[in-house]
């Protein structure tokens, strides 16, 4: 190891919410989204818990450097709990965050102690990945806010409420050198990340309570049959599904059911 530089990875910008002493939260974003999605239902719907929500990797305020894989941030997950928190967290993840929160409790089991999985993306189709990636790469950006508002307001986020639109795009779409306007993410970064979705699911220790919010609205599911099978037959009874009526954004079109799914384990 003599000579090697190697790439350490420190805390990513955090977002915090509640009590400094309420039961612990990790919440974590999905891809090209960033910490302060979290603080609606923070402050509206838990208020009683101390909520550490932060950038991810790529996204947001947090560095843009690369690595991007699963393992890097993770790594930095593990550094930003260290930073901010007092024990073992119950760790809230929704798409891409779902699926780190997954692996950290196989990387990391001694810091979670439990997992509210929000229509979680992980080990998704290959080839389907590949196409949003290079969808990504040919149209990275928009024309002016009121191109992104529709593509938004066109899909995923096709059920939240306006205002809540309207917060994500105040707070996270910014201008380019360019004149062109996108969301507060590293392009490269997000590219990377749909490739890491076509990853295999990985699984919790069995003891890990965990309840599993899929989007009923999705379709094709995020949330695949091979894994909802996978890991009702790891934990038994330490799983809950609920099935969740709205398109992917959950925590934002759906605040007050997550918050009481958030209630059962914390």
Known sequence: M????????????????????????LALHGVTGHGRRWETL?????PEARWIAPDLLGHGRSTWSAPWNIEAHVAAIVDTLDAHARGPVLVVGHSFGGALALHLANTAPHLVRGLVLLDP????????MSKIAEFTIESPDYTDAAEAR??????????????ALDSEIEEHLVELENGRVNWRMSVPAVVAVWGE?????????????TVLAPAKKVQPPYTTAEFRAALSERLGENLTTVEIDSHHMVPQARPKEVGELVRTLL
């Open 197 to 209: 979705l076509a990853r295999e699911p990985v699984l919790p220790r069995p003891d890990v309570p």
């Open 121 to 128: 993306a992980i080990g998704l189709d290959g080839a389907l």
């Open 42 to 46: 923070a402050h509206d719907h838990v």
């Open 150 to 163: 529709a593509e938004k307001a066109g899909e995923a986020w096709s059920d939240v409420p306006p205002e």
């Open 2 to 25: 003599h000579g090697l530089q190697l790439n350490v990875v420190a805390a990513l910008h955090t977002y915090l919410y509640g009590p400094e002493d309420g039961p612990e939260i």
